[in-house]
Nanobody, 125 residues
Framework: QVQLVESGGGSVQAGGSLRLSCAASIPYNNNYCMGWFRQSPGKEREGVATIYSGAPTRTYYIDSVKGRFTISQDTARNTVYLQMNSLKPEDTAVYYC?????????????????WGQGTPVTVSS
């Protein structure tokens, strides 16, 4: 059974940094699109970034996090990371890791099959 477990959330002041981790039980001998999403109270879930596990590795970011967030993966550890720098209060949300098997397409608009339980991030001003 595929499982995704997020960790690394917490509270930080504006301008600070956090690194989220997603430990995945999915087999990396198959290629997957891995993504990070977030949802704030009263708002719809928003895709933040994606990374394709195959070659060549490709990443995608929404405009609001470009230059501040970095998605990466450690295939040996089956773990995907989201490094978040220069955090802003509007980044406050529950962050979710998600995945689906892919032969190349990888975008936040795709239909993600597997989801983690989420990890909360709070950025205070």
């Amino acid at each position: 059974q595929v499982q995704l477990v997020e960790s690394g959330g917490g509270s930080v002041q504006a301008g600070g940094s956090l690194r989220l981790s997603c430990a995945a039980s999915i087999p990396y001998n198959n290629n997957y699109c891995m993504g990070w999403f977030r949802q704030s109270p009263g708002k719809e879930r928003e895709g933040v970034a994606t990374i394709y596990s195959g070659a060549p590795t490709r990443t995608y970011y929404i405009d609001s996090v470009k230059g501040r967030f970095t998605i990466s993966q450690d295939t040996a550890r089956n773990t995907v990371y989201l490094q978040m720098n220069s955090l802003k209060p509007e980044d406050t949300a529950v962050y979710y890791c998600a995945a689906f098997p892919s032969t190349g397409y990888c975008h936040v608009g795709a239909d993600f099959t597997y989801w983690g339980q989420g990890t909360p991030v709070t950025v205070s001003s």
